[in-house]
């Protein structure tokens, strides 16, 4: 094996696919793209790692909830320019021709071209590290789009999609907790 820079360690682990989170400040709409989520445990709550530098920081604060977006392979370019924007002088709807739709139980819009949307609350704050949890009040699955492979960042500007599913659901049936 040859060695590789610890600071490059966490492109073997990364999570899961990127997501766009959606905010609302009370005047307009923003959303930044985060590579950096986790899902906690069996139970509708996440995290996502974000902190001050994004424009978005303070909207999420203040409005205490967003929407957890998820894009697929087609739009791909589009997540890039999302992420390599401010919100702070730019209308990323705009620019980047997606659609935002009122969320039912928070202020954030759902992305009308992803996959999946999750409207969420904030739920916690945990400064030292950046993380912020949400617990998803509602979610929202597009049966109706052809694509459905998820991008997922390698963290140095690649990226990987998902492939085919490998069902194993008989194997781990009896380590499956009840209502999955």
């Given at each position: 094996m040859e060695r590789m820079e610890i600071n490059k360690a966490f492109t073997l682990i990364e999570p899961g696919p990127v997501v766009f989170v959606t905010t609302n400040d009370g005047n307009k709409h923003n959303m930044m793209t985060i590579s950096w989520t986790m899902v906690m445990d069996f139970t509708p709550k996440f995290a996502i790692t974000t902190g001050p530098w994004n424009y978005s920081y303070?909207?999420?604060?203040?409005?205490?909830?967003?929407?957890?977006?998820?894009?697929?392979?087609?739009?791909?370019?589009?997540?890039?320019?999302?992420?390599?924007?401010?919100?702070?002088?730019?209308?990323?709807?705009?620019?980047?021709?997606?659609?935002?739709?009122?969320?039912?139980?928070?202020?954030?819009?759902?992305?009308?071209?992803?996959?999946?949307?999750?409207?969420?609350k904030v739920i916690d704050i945990v400064e030292t590290h950046n993380i912020v949890v949400l617990?998803?009040?509602?979610?929202?699955?597009?049966?109706?789009?052809?694509?459905k492979r998820t991008v997922h960042a390698i963290g140095d500007g690649t990226f990987v999609t998902d492939g085919r599913k490998l069902n194993r659901r008989d194997m781990m049936r009896s380590k499956i907790p009840d209502g999955i």
């Open positions: 303070a909207a999420l604060i203040k409005s205490k909830d967003c929407v957890i977006s998820i894009p697929t392979v087609d739009l791909l370019d589009k997540v890039v320019g999302v992420g390599t924007c401010s919100g702070a002088d730019t209308d990323k709807f705009e620019k980047f021709g997606l659609t935002p739709v009122k969320g039912k139980h928070v202020r954030s819009p759902l992305i009308k071209e992803c996959l999946a949307n999750i409207e969420c617990e998803g009040v509602a979610a929202y699955f597009d049966n109706s789009r052809k694509e």
